[in-house]
């Protein structure tokens, strides 16, 4: 699962100042679950103290009818938001 976080690189006020550490938008805790075939919720990755705008993670190959990202905390700002997610069986791409 390839996820892309809201680090404000498209905001204004990025660039008026630098941001030292982590950008306070920016998902700091996140959680990956799937939902199976038989509509029970999985979870395949427990993430704590990103700070990186992009992110690979990966867990063993799973049949899903759906994925979640489940958010617990930013690095600081009240919200958090994904600006991208992508799904690869990557088996599947390197056998091709």
Not at 12 to 21: A, H, I, M, T
Not at 44 to 54: E, S, W
Not at 56 to 72: D, G, L, W
Request: aromatic share 10%; with cysteine; net charge positive.
């Amino acid at each position: 699962v390839h996820l892309t976080f809201d680090t404000m690189i498209r905001e204004k006020r990025f660039f008026d100042r630098p941001v030292l550490g982590a950008v306070p938008t920016c998902v700091k805790d996140f959680s990956i679950e799937c939902l199976g075939e038989m509509g029970t919720w999985s979870r395949q990755a427990d993430i704590k103290g990103n700070y990186l705008r992009h992110r690979i993670i990966k867990f063993r190959t799973v049949s899903a009818k759906a994925i979640r990202v489940r958010i617990s905390a930013a690095n600081g700002d009240d919200k958090a938001r994904i600006y991208e997610i992508r799904a690869y069986n990557e088996l599947k791409i390197r056998a091709q």
